[in-house]
């Protein structure tokens, strides 16, 4: 669904998803402007988006796909889709970016180049969080724009701490993560991951 027509109907009332979300984050919405002219609308997920959000995941490439799911996935199971489209937003968040582009046909669905989700951990006051950028949009300050506003959100719902397992040979992930001032410590599991905590007291 393209952003703006969702706006469009928020306004008028007559949006109800054909999932029930708790408290839909109508705040997050926001357009980012990149190098090279780019633009996208950032914006909570749907699941009205699951054929948006399957197309995004098959396109990333090998590499990619594998330092988001830590497995050689092809596309997403309809139980994972599922999963990742159809958001409570009290425990589960998840922002994607779509592109902002003027030219294309109106009845053409806008493509989703990232997501980005976080999901509280029970029990406690963190959430672990996960992000993906469409590799052609990869180093365009895209993922650290989504990351700060997850933060910002987990923030003022009570959380203190985003914590993510990453791959120790995804470089990208953990310099991007350190720049927002998180720190990096071995993961329990062993040395094929490392565990990112992203402190929120200072965000």
Do not use: C
């Amino acid at each position: 669904m393209d952003a703006s027509a969702f706006i469009e109907q928020l306004q008028e009332g007559v949006a109800p998803p054909t999932f029930r979300i708790h408290r839909y984050p109508a705040g997050m919405i926001d357009r980012l402007n990149l190098p090279g002219q780019r633009s996208v609308v950032l914006r909570p997920i749907l699941p009205q988006d699951a054929d948006a959000e399957q197309r995004f995941v098959t396109g990333l490439s090998l590499a990619s796909r594998h330092k988001r799911f830590h497995v050689g996935l092809r596309q997403l199971s309809p139980s994972t889709l599922r999963q990742m489209t159809e958001i409570d937003y009290r425990d589960h968040v998840a922002l994607v970016a779509q592109v902002q582009d003027d030219s294309r046909a109106p009845d053409a669905e806008p493509e989703i180049v990232a997501d980005a989700r976080y999901v509280r951990l029970a029990g406690t006051n963190e959430a672990e969080f996960a992000i993906a950028v469409a590799d052609e949009w990869q180093s365009l300050g895209l993922g650290r724009a989504l990351m700060a506003r997850l933060a910002r959100h987990a923030k003022a719902q009570g959380l203190d701490a985003l914590v993510g397992d990453v791959l120790p040979e995804n470089r990208r992930m953990i310099v991007l993560m350190r720049g927002l001032g998180a720190t990096t410590r071995p993961h329990p599991d062993g040395p094929s991951l490392v565990q990112v905590v992203y402190g929120l007291a200072s965000t």
